[in-house]
């Protein structure tokens, strides 16, 4: 769906009208592409970056060229039962180098996929084995960190589910992935990657929203069915605020971890780039019902993106089922100790609209670190054109830069972040979750997170114990503020 800021929203008949229920499911079917199926003789999943064709405007529209997984985007889903292995072997088919990070994985540091920090960067025509045990059943995702304005841009990332032993009970398991994409008319990606008005103002916005690269993301259901769905938000830079008109949407999971499960107020989810979500839907309306599929235009419209489609024919049961249990926990560290934590002040300063307060201006930003030259790559492999964000006072320190702070293994550590700039951030911190503390700084909301949103003129108080050594990025996940200084690294020993 068109939703701008390119070109103004088109009228909503220009969505493609569906008949029958033929039409109808466009979810990724989650059974079938298992690690299993396309193992090699030494056990590896191979994955292949390469170029590939997606019908991003539907199928009477040119199909736009993309950068996927196995040529694909998203990419093939990873499925693995937690405890078991994953070995996914990374083919770079593509021109430039890449890496594979495992968003939300709580992993060995060796496997994280930050080019220079944790490995060097797989060039074309070379392969990496990725392989580690996840440690957390849950949703995560796996998307490059090379390049990312770009290669994100571009559609290189997938879906990896770590099932539980023991998984809830639910009729079908759904993913959706979100994404927006910045096309020109003839559907190609526009290529203006990285470049500074977007880097300056809320990152690189597309104005075409598609769910599982679907323009019309229409899902067939039958009355009283339970599905669980997997929400995904793999833009950029955009936050959604997603909706799925009359139906409760019961959260089960927040970035991967589960939490007392609770319905979200009025239905609306809000996923930053990063954030997961899983949802328990109860398909509760009659058979025959449609009901829409909305997400924000940023201008406080809603629009439609797809719909729920139910069957005419009869309920799946008759009797709807009984509340969910709880996801099973995960083993994260629980024992926060607030009280003798090591507390970083992470100011978030920078970009366009004048907001500054912080007295660290561009200029003087460029300054304090020598000011890289337009074109030059960073320690993390991402271009540095300008020094535009700072994230507790520094741009972008490179894996050749001091950590912004270390932390012996086992200690709590909280981040006080606080943002002086005219943008909401979502900041990421990798090989770790973190609990979200409430205003009085000493007790915390019912969920882990690994990516919070920080509004503007806002702070947030995140807490974790550093229990997974090595060196870890932190950073804001809209791609364009990462890539011009609002990363850093800390190190845990
Ligand atoms: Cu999903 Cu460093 O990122
Ligand atoms: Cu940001």
Redesign the pocket.
Known sequence: MNVGPLHPPLPMTRRRLFAGAGLAVAAIALSKRTIAEAITEDDYRVLRARPGLAHLRGNNNSPTPIWGYDGISPGPTLRVKHGDELKVRLVNDLHQSTTV?W?GLRLPNSMDG?PHLTQAPIEPGLSFDYRFTPPDAGTF?Y?T?FGSSEQLARGLYGVLIVDERKPIEVDRDLILVIDDWRLQDDGTIQPSFGNFHDAMMAGRLGQYVTVNSEETFNLAVRANERLRLRIVNTANSRIFLFRIARHSARVMAVDGQPCTPDFAPNGLLRLAP?NRIDLCLDATLEPGSRSPITVDDLRGSELEIGQLVYDAGRPIRNIPLKEPEPLPDNPLSANLDIANALQIDVPLDGGGMGMMMGGMGMGMMGRMHGGMRPGAFNGFGIPAQERIWALASVSATGHDGPPIFKAERGRTVVLNFFNRTAFPHAM?I?GHHFRHLNENGKSWKPFWLDTVVVDVQRAERVAFVADNPGRW?I?C?MIEHMATGMAAWFQVT
């Open positions: 990070h968003h930050v995702w998307h960190h990063g990421h990798h990025m950073h996940h």
